[in-house]
């Protein structure tokens, strides 16, 4: 047959409808075959006819059974066997747990579901397995008023949990406010320090303070916008001396007022009546099921156990509401001599008491570790200064005794010095051939004897000051150098002659001049100054030394990206900080301070240093090899380890 698409009625709602009056009565006769003949489809009559299932029907709505449908997913315990757990007393093993109650409650039959299965007449076995445990479940006895009373048991001992400590420290806080004499002495100190300040002023000379004046201790600043007043105060109460002095550990005794920050005395004795009224409704409960089924004769042993247990839960809480009911008239009548105490009006929340101590505290404990924090770098400091003094005391004993050392050898000395530089400022000084005495006639040279086995040089004339001449000099050290002496009037000579390197040590014409361009340090022509020495007359002169300069920096590589070299600006300071920037004169990208720091060059690459801290390791390369030994000489007075 093809089939009809109606609108059925809800089930629910038959029982209210005319429908469920003529529910016996059947269908009504038609003409099947006529029906049939009209409505009927070939492909269906061509098939065997299979036997018709057995239909399920349910009472339940569609969002109705969904929802009961999954309780069941969870809740798989049989009914005849909740029945005995809902007569358990909580806590033990076997009772139920507070969120199948809650489940419960929310799932169990309603007043119309009691009504649709009562005036149900048809065959209840082909109903769905929720409708049967729904059914099930309006044959346990006084069910809501069990599920009631067992929700209400298991949520009694966590409120009385959640007040209690409240009600503690509530009281601890105020004993502390209206017993410690330490904050009573230091407020006298808050009130000197800000008389003094309002000397003169209509705010000055004042007699005592709110304690609401004390968070603002924090907020005045002095003319370094860093110091303010609870610095000062913590600066004083520091100086103190003999028995004050332990006044500087006042907030040993205001520990229990920034626990109770935001605890209200009025609403601690509001929280215990609450709790005294849920009580009695749990004994008021008890006692009604009881009755009721006592009165219908089905009380069982499980039921009679689950009462006396009902009965000593009672009275336990009881005496434990009352004493703690007493607390709270105690917290009350030592907050209300707090605020008398301390000149508060009587209105005063107490949230804002100890919100307002628990500031100051704060304030002053932040003030306690700035002071701190400032003493240990001042003595890093000290630490760092006496040991640059006493590298620099070691290095001028060593210099000391090497020059001792030198001039001792120097005395013995029958020979010049090898590879001697002739311009420096130990050679001696030669006699002008030009000048009195000795008078060389120019373009003649002295004859010189002639070594045996050397190859004769051919003599080469001088010209006299003011000729222009081009002469190549070839040094014994194998150093080259070119000088033309050319004047305005001739032209440069353009014959090429060699001379020997003595010949030129008597000519004043021929001394090199000095260069106007400022060499580096490490520069050295003439080889009579090792980049040693220079480095140890640069340690010398400068025991705390500073330098700037731009270095390459190995970054760490975040995000799984390679580490690269990034330039930076570097600034080593007195302090012995060394500061680097994205650019000079730019924001700080970050510091290291070389005190306890290693310090070592790059066997593979002199050009590179590692500075390795507690902490990372820091890679750093300059342009030359000669500028980062500069570099690690100066780190080295900071750090106080063996440059390798």
């Not at 799932?107 to 579901?113: A, I, K, L």
């Not at 008389?195 to 004042?206: D, L, P, T, W």
């Not at 370094?224 to 002095?245: A, Q, S």
């Not at 690269?564 to 924001?587: A, C, I, P, T």
């Amino acid at each position: 047959m093809r089939v009809f698409h109606w609108f059925p009625v809800v089930q629910m709602l038959l029982p209210k409808t005319f429908w469920f009056d003529i529910i016996d009565q059947g269908d009504k006769r038609i003409d099947s075959n006529y029906l049939e003949d009209k409505f009927s489809q070939v492909e269906v009559a061509a098939k065997a006819v299979k036997a018709k299932k057995k239909e399920i029907k349910s009472l339940l709505d569609m969002k109705r059974g969904q929802n009961l449908g999954i309780f069941r997913s969870g809740f798989r315990m049989p009914v005849h066997e909740l029945d005995k757990r809902l007569s358990v007393f909580p806590p033990d093993g076997d009772a139920l747990s507070i969120e199948h109650l809650m489940a419960l409650k929310r799932e169990q039959p309603t007043t119309e579901e009691f009504e649709a299965y009562k005036k149900y007449k048809g065959d209840k076995s082909v109903l769905s397995d929720l409708d049967q445990f729904l059914m099930k479940l309006m044959e346990v006895p006084n069910l809501r008023s069990r599920l009631d009373l067992l929700i209400w048991i298991h949520e009694f001992p966590l409120q009385y949990d959640e007040v209690k400590p409240a009600v503690h420290t509530g009281l601890a806080a105020v004993n502390e406010l209206n017993n410690s004499r330490r904050f009573e002495a230091v407020l006298t100190y808050v009130l000197s320090i800000g008389n003094y300040c309002n000397a003169g002023g209509n705010k000055g000379g004042q007699h005592g303070v709110l304690l609401k004046t004390l968070p603002k201790l924090t907020d005045t600043r002095g003319n370094d916008k860093k110091t303010t007043l609870m610095d000062f105060l913590y600066y004083t109460l520091k100086g103190l001396k003999g028995r004050k002095r332990t006044l500087i550990d006042f907030p040993q005794d205001m520990v229990s007022s920034k626990q109770a920050v935001e605890t209200s005395v009025k609403a601690l004795s509001a929280e215990v009546e609450i709790l005294a009224k849920d009580l009695l409704k749990i004994d008021k409960a008890g006692k009604r099921l009881k009755k009721g089924l006592q009165k219908k004769e089905e009380i069982t042993e499980r039921d009679e156990a689950f009462f006396i247990h009902l009965e000593r839960y009672v009275t336990m809480y009881e005496e434990n509401l009352v004493l703690l009911h007493g607390e709270c008239q105690k917290v009350q009548s030592v907050f209300k001599k707090v605020l008398l105490k301390f000149g508060e009006r009587p209105n005063t929340d107490s949230e804002d008491i100890f919100s307002w101590v628990a500031k100051f505290v704060e304030g002053y404990e932040g003030a306690r570790k700035k002071f701190l924090d400032d003493e240990e770098k001042k003595a890093k400091l000290r630490r760092a200064n006496a040991a640059a003094a006493k590298r620099d005391e070691e290095r001028t004993a060593e210099k000391n005794a090497k020059n001792t050392k030198n001039t001792n050898s120097s005395d013995g000395e029958t020979s010049p010095r090898k590879n001697s530089n002739p311009f420096g400022k130990d050679a001696k000084k030669k006699s002008n051939p030009f000048g009195a005495g000795k008078t060389k006639t120019p373009g003649k040279t002295p004859k010189k004897k002639p070594t045996p086995g050397a190859r004769k040089k051919s003599p080469v004339a001088l010209p006299p000051p003011g000729a222009g001449v081009t002469i190549t000099v070839k040094s014994r050290s194998r150093q080259s150098s070119t000088s033309s002496l050319a004047s305005a009037d001739e032209p440069p000579a353009t014959t090429e002659d060699v001379v020997d390197e003595s010949v030129l040590e008597n000519n004043a014409f021929m001394k090199k001049q000095p260069s106007k361009k400022k060499l580096p340090i490490s520069y050295n022509p003439f080889g009579d100054k090792p980049i040693e020495k220079q480095l140890a007359e640069a340690r010398q002169a400068n025991a705390t030394p500073t330098r700037e300069g731009f270095l390459t920096k190995l970054s760490a590589g975040k995000h799984g990206r390679p580490p690269k070299w990034d330039k930076r600006w570097f600034e080593l300071e007195e302090s012995g900080y060394v500061n680097y920037y994205k650019k000079q004169g730019g924001k700080n990208s970050g510091s290291v301070y070389l005190q306890g720091c290693s310090l070592a060059i790059d066997t593979e690459d002199p050009c590179v240093v590692l500075i390795k801290s507690e902490t990372r390791v820091y890679t750093l390369r300059a342009e030359t090899s000669e500028l980062m030994a500069l570099w690690a000489e100066d780190l080295r007075c900071y750090i106080g380890a063996t440059v390798t």
